[in-house]
């Protein structure tokens, strides 16, 4: 079983194209494992902030249950279109996204991150 030789984490994050290879990156050297599962959405960290999850917590089960997923980290940035406000307010949306996520009570480790204008991943 190939999925059983291998780790994952997964990762929450916009659609956005400048932030998927930064954030596979930063996830694959801090929990050193060896593939990372997208789910993505316009603004990720303000859709599940708005409770909009069904979809999301769906694939996210799939990730965890059959991937054996370790982690979940969950994303917003900087000039984000899907969720055009201020950093303060990205910052109390990923935190709080991840309140949301963590009482899914799937037994995961459950960070947040901001990508700042260089797309550098910082914990939130």
Known sequence: NIVAENSFATSLSCIDGRVQLPMISWIKDRYS?????????????KVIFDGNIES????????????????????????????????EDHFI????????????NLDVDVVGIWLDEKFTPHLV
Not at 61 to 81: D, R, T, Y
Not at 93 to 104: A, F, P, Q
């Open 93 to 104: 949306h990923i935190k709080r996204s991840v309140e949301i996520v963590n009482s899914w």
């Open 33 to 45: 494992v060896d593939f990372v599962d997208a789910i993505t959405a316009p603004g990720i960290d």
């Open 56 to 87: 999301i917590k769906k694939s996210v089960m799939i990730s965890v249950s059959n991937h054996k997923s370790s982690h979940v980290v969950i994303s917003g940035h900087f000039g984000c279109a899907g969720n055009p406000v201020s950093d």
